[in-house]
């Protein structure tokens, strides 16, 4: 079955209302006036940032990467450099493909490329049109992109086929038939390998007259939602998150002065495009508004990135602890050094004193912790903070305004130095997830904090440490994971009474998931429970990072006092487990 088949029953079912563009109302009518006055919010649309750098820079490198654009007769990647200029071309003929596909001002896009040159056309081309798109990333599966489609209501899946050996058509045809048996519209496929889909305008679409309505109607653009990332969240399933033109600007433009990026900066872009730590902190967005260069880096080994650094001359890279690890190894024992390299920042989980120490005496480089997350607050260590800050610290807030609590259990303020839970309020924290009612009276305390789930003790200089963990996910490589997620589904396999994921701590990428699982009928899971366990969850559409990576069976859970499972002495016990000889 081919993409267009799919496209005929759209006419028939009626127009989706598209919800419009309202402002999230996240941030209270006082504190964002006190915010405008104090200058951090600008009257200016992410489509209108960017075109103040495509003009200003026209002529400078904007982006050195791969196109995965069939080129005439040789299709497959093939490696380019552009131009500010001829960025601005291409997100021109990026947003006629859009439109040629209906797409509509205030329409909802999901975004799901590679590191390729084309996230960077496709991505300026959405915001050009005024569309709203969500940061998918790549490793996401039809379980993830069919949840994403059934909250945002896309208009268009923007994917680019056969990428990262991933058939995304078969993802795509596998939930639009889901979404269609349940008579809701799915988006539109916009393969970028195809070269002339799209183009040809598609008589008879039904477009979307309300949300475009609603965005010429919004008084200040601005301060309309430009975006959506996604978050593991505290509870339950990826949460999207509403993020305004005016916050996210704000902090990108903070965070581009904190690291000091210029016209020289040459950022390699190794972590998924789309990930908030990559668009934002200060990220392709922050490049890209000092007028500085993003290397693409296709793959993310540091065999790759090495080469890039090398051949292009990187001057800064975003890692997340696991690569950082990687980077330092693999260079200590090649010998290896980076000349151009001057900033590595890390971030996405805890970067523990000791790599980043080995880090900093291996590359020879300047370290920037980062603590961030797509809700908004991002802490950085400065880059005069002395080492010992630097190396034992994840960072301080961007904003003045940037509050920070830190609570016990019973949400008291805890004297200075102790740990204790992290909550947030500001000029670019979001004070609710995009429709999740049940989900933002757990997040979001009365007075719009954000609770983070985040252990930290903040030091005298206001840098925070973080020491653990509150909220019931995974951290793996940076990845995060749901443990609700792993469970509710591990819930519904045939023998499973009962089951618990727990992160075990790994060296590679801090944790991994382990199965912990109540089983009835022990023979049911076949010679290799991991195999069935992994088989089930791939057949269900879960993206690969979120398979388990290890499965125990037990026939009886550990219970505290109150009689709820204990984690706590589960983990202790498979750790037992794990480390005795088998
Ligand atoms: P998300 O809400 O999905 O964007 O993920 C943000 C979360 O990642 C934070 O709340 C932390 O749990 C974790 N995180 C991000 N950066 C760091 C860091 N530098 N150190 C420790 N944890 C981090
Ligand atoms: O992990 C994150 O979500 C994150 C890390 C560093 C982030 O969102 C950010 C910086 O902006």
Redesign the pocket.
């Known amino acids: 079955m081919s993409h267009r088949d799919l496209a005929s029953p759209f006419d028939e079912l009626k127009p989706v209302t598209r919800s419009p563009l309202e402002f999230q109302g996240f941030v209270p009518e006082e504190r964002l006036k006190d915010y405008y006055l104090k200058g951090y919010y600008q009257p200016q649309t992410i489509a209108q940032f960017l075109q103040e750098s495509l003009s200003k820079y026209a002529d400078q490198p904007a982006a050195i990467g791969l196109t995965h654009q069939s080129q005439g007769e040789g299709s497959g990647s093939q490696e380019q450099k552009w131009t500010y200029k001829q960025l601005a071309a291409q997100a021109e003929l990026a947003a006629q493909r859009l439109q040629s596909l209906g797409a509509r001002k205030g329409d909802r896009v999901l975004l799901q490329l590679p590191n390729c040159l084309e996230f960077l056309s496709y991505m300026v081309g959405s915001f050009q049109l005024g569309l709203v798109p969500v940061f998918c990333l790549p490793k996401h599966r039809e379980r993830e992109l069919e949840h994403f489609a059934r909250q945002v209501d896309p208009a268009i899946h923007i994917f680019a086929q056969g990428a990262e050996n991933c058939d995304y058509w078969s993802l795509y045809r596998a939930y639009s038939q889901r979404m269609l048996a349940a008579n809701l519209r799915p988006p539109l496929a916009l393969d970028i390998t195809e070269p002339g889909q799209g183009l040809e305008p598609q008589a008879g679409l039904p477009g979307c007259p309300d949300a475009e309505e609603t965005a010429d109607k919004c008084a200040k653009p601005w301060e309309s939602v430009a975006l959506f990332?996604l978050?593991?969240?505290t509870t339950g399933r990826s949460k999207m998150i509403p993020r305004t033109h005016m916050d996210y600007l704000y902090s990108v433009r903070e965070s581009a002065h904190i690291c000091q990026l210029s016209p020289q900066t040459k950022m390699l872009v190794v972590l998924p495009a789309a990930h908030?730590f990559t668009m934002s902190s200060p990220g392709i967005l922050g490049v890209l508004y000092s007028g500085g260069t993003l290397i693409m880096a296709g793959d993310p080994s540091p065999q790759t990135a090495f080469g890039l650094i090398q051949r292009h001359g990187a001057t800064m890279a975003s890692l997340v602890p696991a690569l950082a690890r990687a980077w330092a190894l693999l260079a200590e024992r090649g010998g290896l050094s980076f000349p151009s390299l001057e900033l590595v920042q890390?971030?996405?989980?805890?970067?523990s004193p000791s790599a980043a120490r080995h880090l900093v005496e291996v590359l020879g480089v300047k370290l920037q912790?980062?603590?961030?997350?797509?809700?908004g607050l991002v802490n950085y260590t400065r880059l005069d903070d002395p080492l010992e800050i630097v190396l034992t610290t994840?960072g301080r807030p961007i904003s003045p305004d940037d509050e920070i609590l830190i609570l016990d259990d019973q949400d008291k303020i805890l004297p200075a130095g102790q740990a204790g839970h992290l909550l947030t309020r500001g000029p670019y924290t979001i004070g609710a997830y995009y429709r999740e009612e049940k989900a933002n009276r757990e997040s979001f305390t009365d007075q719009g904090f954000y609770r983070?789930?985040?252990l930290v003790v903040a030091h005298p200089s206001g840098h925070l440490e973080?020491v653990g963990?509150a909220?019931d996910?995974i951290?793996r490589a940076g990845e995060?994971i749901s443990v609700d997620e792993i469970e509710d589904f591990a819930l519904q396999l045939p023998a499973v009474q009962d089951a618990v994921a727990v992160g075990l701590p790994d060296p590679d990428v801090g944790e991994r998931i382990c199965l912990v699982l109540l089983a009835g009928d022990l023979k049911a899971f076949g010679p290799s429970p991991l195999d069935y366990v992994r088989r089930a969850y791939r057949q269900a559409g879960f993206a690969t990072y979120k398979l388990p990576e290890r499965v125990e069976l037990l026939s009886q859970f550990p219970l505290t006092k109150v009689g709820k499972i204990s984690r706590k002495e589960l983990r202790e016990r498979i750790g037992k487990i794990i480390s005795s000889p088998q």
């Open positions: 990332q978050s593991g969240g908030n890390v971030g996405g989980a805890k970067f912790q980062v603590f961030g997350m797509a809700e994840q983070t789930g985040d973080v963990r909220k996910q951290n995060k």
